[in-house]
């Protein structure tokens, strides 16, 4: 399990939190933040929903890279984290990793302009690319890279991070394999990076021969979900036992 570096300070109000957690959709952590606190704030005169829970926020910026540098910037301007983590879905570069498998990768690549990230306790690589990659690109970017999963937004929380200094980290579950194709679905993200689900759902209903496939899709996706939040449960849990046994530690 990965982890982020920092000391915690302590604190006493909402506008400092040692963990910072960067989503795309909310349907991605669902369950983890159920029960969580909401809280809407502005930044940079953008609207964003937080979910607080004691140390931890947790913000879902929208799928694609722009999207996921404002909610990053966003939540680290807000909210003063020592660490924050890009989670959510990612896809299969390799015939051995499945659905529902959790990646914490060691490195995340860039594939606009080759720029990485490097995460100490991680294993693999993970790189972020600007589309929702078909088949037959995922084996293009497996060769390229030697990545084992592909996302959208990964890459952009880190650069964010380290333009602040904050410890970053990654988690991400695998929602479809390297040969699964998944439907074409650019053009139900608008400017902001929302999932516009009742047109996608109009075009899904006039093309009966996508409708095997948007099911698997959906089961796939609810078992990334489940094992997501499961993992980042505990990643919460450990992250803040470690920081609070590293704060008492320091004031002795």
């Known amino acids: 399990m990965t982890h982020c570096a920092g000391q915690w300070g302590g604190f006493g109000t909402t506008d400092m939190s040692r963990l910072a957690i960067v989503a795309a959709l909310e349907r991605e952590v669902r369950p983890l933040v159920?029960?969580?606190?909401?809280?809407?704030?502005?930044?940079?005169?953008?609207?964003?929903?937080?979910?607080?829970?004691?140390?931890?926020?947790?913000?879902?910026?929208?799928?694609?890279?722009?999207?996921?540098?404002?909610?990053?910037?966003?939540?680290?301007?807000?909210?003063?984290?020592?660490?924050?983590?890009?989670?959510?879905?990612?896809?299969?570069?390799?015939?051995?990793?499945?659905?529902?498998?959790?990646?914490?990768?060691?490195?995340?690549?860039?594939?606009?302009?080759?720029s990485s990230s490097s995460i100490v306790g991680g294993h693999g690589t993970l790189v972020s690319h600007a589309l929702i990659a078909s088949a037959a690109q995922k084996t293009k970017l497996r060769e390229a890279y030697n990545a084992q999963a592909v996302d959208m937004e990964a890459s952009a929380v880190a650069r964010?991070?380290?333009?602040?200094?904050?410890?970053?980290?990654?988690?991400?579950?695998?929602?479809?394999?390297?040969?699964?194709?998944?439907?074409?679905?650019?053009?139900?993200?608008?400017?902001?990076?929302?999932?516009?689900?009742?047109?996608?759902?109009?075009?899904?209903?006039?093309?009966?021969?996508l409708w095997a496939r948007v099911a698997q899709l959906a089961r796939n996706s609810a078992l990334a979900t489940r094992n997501l939040c499961?993992?980042?449960?505990?990643?919460?849990?450990?992250?803040?036992?470690?920081?609070r046994s590293a704060h008492v530690a320091g004031r002795h």
Not at 171 to 198: C, H, M, W, Y
């Open 34 to 114: 159920k029960s969580w606190r909401v809280h809407e704030r502005e930044h940079a005169g953008r609207r964003f929903r937080f979910y607080e829970n004691g140390e931890t926020v947790l913000v879902c910026g929208g799928i694609g890279a722009e999207p996921a540098r404002r909610a990053a910037e966003a939540i680290l301007a807000l909210y003063s984290p020592n660490c924050v983590y890009s989670v959510g879905y990612a896809g299969a570069l390799e015939p051995t990793v499945r659905t529902g498998d959790i990646l914490q990768p060691a490195r995340v690549i860039n594939t606009k302009d080759g």
């Open 160 to 209: 964010a991070a380290e333009a602040r200094g904050i410890a970053f980290a990654v988690v991400k579950a695998i929602s479809d394999e390297f040969n699964f194709e998944l439907p074409a679905t650019e053009q139900f993200v608008d400017t902001q990076g929302r999932f516009q689900q009742t047109r996608f759902a109009i075009f899904i209903t006039l093309r009966p021969w």
């Open 230 to 243: 499961a993992e980042l449960q505990k990643i919460v849990k450990e992250e803040i036992s470690v920081d």
